[in-house]
């Protein structure tokens, strides 16, 4: 299939692995690059800029083909090396980076400098606006369904992403509850040009995650996700588990007073004991509500090349049989 997102990035189909903290490893990345979409690793996963360097090296010698690095500006405790990581990404080579959280107005400069492209994520029609304004070659726009970091506006795809097709001239993904081929032709008959996919990744073969989490994915129903940090306006949906379950016990005992000191032992450090160690019920991680579609644990490949195959039975057989022509 050719969208203007596979023209862009050089890949064969419009589907792009989303970073994800503990998950964007090498190993997956190469898996979905491989399989002709766009693998990212996660540079934040990698605690200092020279063991992202490693794992860039890692990722080139299992794909030839592009793959890109997540580059998450979020509110931190403490703020990385950013600076550092950009220098391990442009030195390793990396033709394409993926941003989110804050605005990377201040990190573009020696980004294009490096002909990288840049693909922000963002969760608002006016932040999209404000990523085509600064440069950016493309965006990324994640509904309130999304795995992660929805924002706190709460406009789901089904009007986020027309909205975005409205305003905006550069190439757009649809982020946030894509799963199949359904997914796919919906996101491109509402004007995205190509899918992003966090969640339905995570439950793969290749995915370098303990098994307990690939399981509470395919277990989970669209009414398990979470909600958590809302007041804190740093708003995460996760997987719904005891540890979710104390955390936004804390948040009603403190209403508005609620600040992140009060959580922090509940928040951070969660990901290494869930996604290394299988401890789902630890706390909160990442979870998007379409974890309702996700029934299996397929490879790589074959998930890619199904959506592929549905996506293309669905416009010829489907879709083209109701059109009026075809009814005639
Ligand atoms: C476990 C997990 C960790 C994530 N970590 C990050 C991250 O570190 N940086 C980021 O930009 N997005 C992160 N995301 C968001 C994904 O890249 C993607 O935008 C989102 O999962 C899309 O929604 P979906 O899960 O419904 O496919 C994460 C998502 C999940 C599920």
Known sequence: MRTRITELLGIEHPIVQGGMHFVGLAE?????????????????TQPTPELLAREIARCREMTGRPFGVNLTFLPAF??????EYIQAIIEGGVSIVETAGRNPQAHLPALKAAGIKVIHKCTSVRHALKAEAI????VSVDGFECGGHPGEDDVPNF???????????????????MA????????????????NMGTRFMATREAPIHDNVKRAIVAASELDTRLIMRSLRNTERVLKNAGVERLLE??????????????????AGIYPRVMREGEVDAGAWS????AGLIHDVPPVKDLIDR???????????????????AMA
Request: overall charge negative; aromatic content about 2%; glycine content about 14%.
């Open 250 to 267: 804390t948040e009603r005992a403190k209403g508005d007073g609620l600040t992140i000191a009060d959580i922090f032992e509940q928040v």
């Open 135 to 138: 440069g950016c070659d493309a």
């Open 287 to 290: 979870c998007g509500m379409v």
């Open 159 to 177: 009007i986020l992403l027309p909205r975005a097709a409205e305003e905006l001239k550069v190439p757009f993904i649809a982020s946030g509850g």
């Open 28 to 44: 997956l990345a190469a898996a979905v690059s491989n399989a002709g979409g766009l693998g990212i690793i996660t540079a934040l």
């Open 180 to 195: 199949d081929g359904r997914s796919l032709v919906a996101a491109l008959a509402l004007g995205a040009d190509g899918i």
């Open 78 to 83: 403490a703020e990385p090396p950013y600076a």
């Open 307 to 325: 959506i592929m195959r549905e996506a293309d039975g669905i416009i010829r057989q489907r879709l083209s049989g109701m059109s009026r022509g």
